[in-house]
């Protein structure tokens, strides 16, 4: 019991004692803060200390005081809807400085995100229940853009192994493709997997954007459970570099550099590098086939056996090169970019992980020209545009040419003849996809805003196969792959007031698709081209209002749709299935928000409860089923109807620049809605009421991080981070089919992971070690598919030029 009193008095009590002990050599400064167009006080304001831990926000009648060690500083003073001001004070032992400062309203006044400390926060004023994840604490692990989503309430991230491997969100209730994908707005579908979110570094992004639920008209999205926006730094920058490096467990190896420059003139290159390797040799648990001297085969599926994958190397590279103008009078950005990516692949195991290949694989590359154009107030004021365009060539190839099987132990046997270990093939996709966005914004006086927006993708895939590949005679498919979708979104925003706002919009969905279907039972020749379209009309409504101090509400409806994927229209040419008659997804989305953000001196609390509604039919549904005999596939269908309410709770309290404790809590019931077998019957479904399988329902995770400035000298910084992953069993296939002895189940999970900082030169150079999963839980989030056991990783980071990013007093605000 000592102990444990001990350790809760060293956690919540130690980040007080340095400002016990300091407050011996301390000044005080005060002042209040006016609105320069009427001298009225500005409430809510955020006055700090450039590069120090100390600061405050105004009282409802602008004034501020706070104590902060004698020296000469550098008082920085934002809020909301003005300009940013910073001013030279200097503090002296015992003594009182006064400073009253006047801000200059901003002309328009954008969506402001707000980042706390804790690296979680809200999207401001937005009448979107929208979050924002600030990387800046996350930049010195090794964390992934998919990793670094993981700590956002009411997210998950789901993986069927260790790096690179396949990886979907859960939000709300829905994952995969129901989540779409932007980076600074543009789409992501079609890119291909080796420039997917869980292989990009954390240091690519400055923030990440979470849409949950209702989607702005400006993303042109066609989301039904959101969307995530990866936000890069556009902020205009002298000279940069970031370099970083990091090696670990399973012969894991990733690195990353971003250098570039921005002259007085505004021509603006940046290069943005990274690459990732692993050999993925972890163990898992699984019953072994073993093959026997005298040819036969013996399999035991209840004796469970640790083994070490041995064919699950994966490597990926990519570059990104930016070059163009910025703030000039006819542009306020103009660049041209280009983006290549290669990847490789070993398949390991098919969708379950009772299927083992040993020389099984996969490889592709991709070139990706972009154009981004942006004016605010073109031609007159008020009126702004955006346009970007991009064009990606990508190509896979799936290798299964190997004669032999192969056993989880490495051991091989030969097939008699036959070539494949799940079916033969050697297959090369050639994919290429155009994405187009127009943006128009129109501020109509002070109260209302109008915007415009339209996206355009065309997808083509065409295949290429040696004689006998996946039942091909000839070389190449004589029928394409196509589809074609055009978004358009009109939004008229009132905001009358800062406490309150409404949004109001509407969506037109088109989609066109085309590709080869067969014209035989067999499904394995006489293939006929097929194509189809759709249409509909979306709508919907998001208000936002702040009721007390440091209260917001949200609520939104929206009358959603969301098109078929590429993936699930034609599959991967491999293990998924497309199905090309897929219909749309159709939603009726609900979203209450509640949050509470109070920043008092050196203490902030934040907290948040979010409840959600969706009613959808022809949900599309990824199954697990066996083809071609006992070969195992995924594939994809309509469902008829699916209901999802549940519930997502999170707090956070910091203190000053030492402490940040938090955590969140995450139900959503997705359920089967079909009540009867068959239209036109009386007869009721079996799965009616039943929960929608192989998905995640009760989830939580926390955390904790201690910082110590200057621990071993001046300008360092030591970060001490524990945070936990909590998930709830959950089935594998329907609850309402079998006996409860016979049922599969993914078993309740409780991971652990830790990571140290440390710090020197203001953050010039960085020294990382994490561990993660330390208590060697075994994890699983697809079928019966595990992830790595207990993994050490350190990491290298430097960092010169000029930082672009401000960090104070717990917060970081951004201008989108």
């Known amino acids: 019991m000592k102990v444990s009193v001990l350790r809760i008095f ?18 005080f400064v005060s002042g209040k803060i006016v609105s320069a167009e009427n001298n009225g006080a500005i409430p809510y304001a955020t006055v700090f200390l450039k590069e120090t831990r100390y600061g405050a926000s105004t009282e409802t009648n602008g004034l501020y005081g706070f104590k902060a060690p004698a020296g000469d500083y550098s008082l920085v003073v ?6 940013r001001i910073e001013k030279p004070v200097r503090l002296t032992p015992g003594s009182r400085t006064k400073i009253s400062l006047a801000l200059t309203p901003k002309t328009t006044e954008m969506e402001e995100v707000v980042v706390l400390g804790s690296g979680v926060g809200r999207v401001n004023k937005s009448s979107f229940n929208a979050v924002a994840i600030g990387t800046q604490e996350l930049q010195n692990s090794t964390k992934n853009l998919s990793e670094a989503l993981a700590g956002a309430p009411g997210l998950k991230l789901r993986e069927s192994g260790g790096v690179g491997s396949d990886m ?19 789409p992501q579908e079609g890119v291909g997997n080796s420039f997917g979110l869980n292989n990009i570094p954390v240091n690519f992004a400055e923030r990440i954007e979470v849409y949950k639920g209702v989607v702005p ?43 570039g420059q921005t002259s007085r003139r505004g021509v603006m290159f940046e290069i943005n590098a990274f ?46 090169a930016k070059a163009g103008l910025v703030d000039r009078k006819w542009a306020d950005r103009l660049v041209l970019s280009f983006t290549y990516s290669h990847m490789y692949k070993e398949i390991q195991n098919g969708v379950i992980q009772k299927v083992v290949f040993g020389k099984k694989h996969r490889e592709g590359n991709s070139l990706m020209p972009s154009l981004e154009f942006g004016k605010r107030n073109f031609l007159t004021r008020g009126f702004d545009v955006t346009f970007t365009v991009n064009y990606n060539d990508n190509s896979a190839r799936n290798v299964d040419t190997s004669a032999y099987r192969y056993n989880w132990l490495g051991q091989r046997k030969y097939q008699d003849g036959r070539l494949g270990e799940q079916s033969y093939q050697d297959t090369r996709s050639h994919n290429s996809n155009w994405n187009a966005t127009f943006t128009l914004r129109y501020r109509i006086g002070r109260w209302h805003t109008l915007m415009l927006n339209h996206v355009f993708s065309a997808f083509r895939r065409e295949n290429t196969s040696t004689p006998g590949s996946s039942g091909n005679s000839s070389g190449a498919d004589a029928i394409a792959k196509q589809t074609r979708k055009n978004i358009t979104g009109l939004s008229w925003q009132m905001m009358p007031s800062k406490r309150w706002n409404l949004s109001l919009f509407g969506k037109y969905y088109n989609q066109f698709n085309a590709g080869p279907v067969s014209a035989s039972d067999s499904g394995t020749d006489n293939y006929v081209r097929t194509h189809g379209s759709v249409s509909a009309v979306g709508y919907g409504a998001a208000g936002t209002c702040f009721l007390l101090r440091g209260i917001q509400v949200k609520l939104s409806y929206e009358r959603a749709f969301r098109l078929p994927t590429n993936e699930e229209l034609f599959g991967d040419e491999d293990l998924e299935l497309g199905k090309i008659g ?99 019957t009386s007869q009721e479904s079996l799965t009616y009421g039943g929960r929608i399988p192989n998905q995640p329902y009760l989830f939580a995770n ?35 089919l079998g006996s409860a002895s016979s049922k599969e189940r993914v078993p309740t999970q409780f991971a652990h992971n830790l990571s140290l900082t440390y710090s020197i030169f203001q953050g010039k150079y960085n020294f990382s070690l994490e561990c993660r999963n330390l208590t060697d839980e075994k994890l699983y989030d697809n079928f019966s598919l595990q992830k790595a056991g207990r993994a050490f990783y350190g990491k290298i980071r430097i960092r010169l030029g000029e930082n672009g990013t401000r960090n104070h007093a717990g917060h970081r605000r951004h201008r989108k």
């Open 10 to 27: 060293v956690i919540f009590f130690l980040p007080f004692v340095p400002a016990l002990v300091s407050a011996q050599g301390d000044g």
């Open 217 to 259: 008209v400006g993303f042109g999205s066609d989301a039904l459970g959101g969307a995530i926006n990866i936000v890069t730094n556009k902020h205009r920058r002298g000279w940069f570099l970031d370099a970083s490096y990091s090696y670990g467990s399973f012969n894991t190896h990733k690195s990353q550099i971003n250098f």
């Open 78 to 83: 934002s809020a909301i809807g003005y300009e």
């Open 702 to 736: 926390s955390d904790l991080t201690l910082h110590w400035q200057n621990p071993l000298g001046s300008r360092s910084r030591l970060s001490l981070t524990y945070d936990n992953f909590y998930m709830h069993s959950f089935p594998l296939y329907s609850e309402k």
């Open 275 to 320: 690459q990732n390797y692993s050999d993925n040799c972890y163990y898992v648990d699984t019953p072994v086939e073993h093959f026997l001297e005298d040819g036969s085969t013996s399999l035991d599926a209840s004796l469970v056996e640790r083994v070490r994958r041995f064919n699950d190397t994966y490597h990926n590279e990519a570059v990104i």
């Open 582 to 680: 897929l219909k749309p997804e159709k939603s009726d989305n609900l979203n209450l928000n509640i949050s509470f953000d109070r920043q008092s001196g050196m203490h902030g609390i934040y907290a948040e409860a979010g409840l959600i509604y969706r009613h959808t039919t022809d949900y599309i549904q990824r199954r697990i089923g066996n083809y071609s005999g006992n070969k195992t596939y995924a594939s994809y269908e309509n469902h008829g109807r699916v209901k999802t309410k549940g519930y997502s709770l999170s707090a956070r309290y910091t203190y000053s620049g030492w402490l940040s404790v938090g955590g969140s809590l995450t139900r959503m019931d997705v359920r089967d809605n079909v009540k009867t077998v068959t239209g036109g």
């Open 168 to 186: 979907q969100l859960l939000m709300d209730g829905f994952s995969g493709k129901h989540i779409k994908i932007f980076i600074d707005g543009i």
